[in-house]
């Protein structure tokens, strides 16, 4: 089982979005058969079967173990991710793209560089596995709390200063054998929801 899977297929993303699929999803982070399944989420066994089947087909929960019980042979299933995002792939034609309208200090820009960002490493963890390789990636999260919006200014001023001359010591476009690889950095207020809403001037 994968920590996150990324759905790219659009029937699989619809599938996923079911409230009845999603709840089974979330309970099959621990293997579980349709009986152990309906009396949890409170329906017939047939009707958890059925969605069961719908998910199976989809490759969001996959067979770990079949056993006999009494008369019959009962199937224990597992998600094959602990939690998913759906990729801007599973809506194609109007995914965003973020060449349309380059802004840097636009959130909607922002918006369509996180949904790049989803769709490009989604493809390439699905290859990745495929090949059975690791896929070199590297990431940063944290958070800084700003005296002002003139101190978030000069920050991103000089984070972006900071980044183009890193981009421009590393950056070799002669480079034989070398590989392109995407930089995005992000800055945006963080979301609490047990604080008050604080001016975002």
């Known amino acids: 089982m994968f920590e996150v899977a990324v759905i790219e297929d659009p029937s699989a993303a619809e599938v996923s979005l079911d409230p009845v699929r999603a709840r089974l999803l979330a309970e099959?982070?621990?293997?579980?058969?349709?009986?152990?399944?309906a009396a949890k989420v409170g329906l017939p066994r047939q009707k958890v079967n059925y969605h069961l089947r719908?998910?199976?087909q989809h490759g969001l929960v996959e067979l770990v173990e079949e056993r006999r019980k009494g008369n019959v042979n009962?199937?224990?299933?597992?998600?094959?991710?602990a939690s998913y995002v759906i990729s801007p792939t599973?809506?194609?034609?109007?995914?965003?793209?973020?060449?349309?309208?380059?802004?840097?200090?636009?959130?909607?820009?922002?918006l369509a560089v996180s949904a790049r960002l989803v769709r490009d490493v989604g493809t390439l963890i699905t290859g990745a596995t495929?090949?059975?390789?690791?896929?070199?990636?590297f990431?940063?999260?944290?958070?800084?709390?700003?005296?002002?919006?003139?101190?978030?200014?000069a920050f991103a001023e000089e984070l972006?200063?900071?980044?183009?001359?890193l981009v421009a010591k590393y950056h070799?476009?002669?480079?034989?054998?070398?590989?392109?690889?995407?930089?995005?950095v992000a800055l945006h207020p963080s979301v609490n929801a047990n604080a008050s809403k604080e001016d975002e001037s």
């Open 28 to 37: 099959l982070v621990e293997p579980g058969s349709a009986t152990m399944l």
């Open 54 to 56: 719908t998910l199976e």
């Open 74 to 81: 009962e199937r224990l299933l597992q998600a094959t991710a």
């Open 90 to 110: 599973a809506l194609a034609a109007v995914q965003p793209d973020p060449a349309r309208s380059p802004d840097r200090l636009s959130a909607r820009w922002l």
């Open 130 to 137: 495929r090949a059975k390789k690791r896929l070199a990636t």
């Open 139 to 153: 990431a940063l999260d944290g958070e800084v709390r700003f005296a002002t919006a003139a101190d978030r200014a």
């Open 160 to 165: 972006a200063g900071f980044m183009t001359q």
């Open 172 to 184: 070799d476009e002669q480079a034989e054998g070398g590989r392109p690889h995407r930089v995005v």
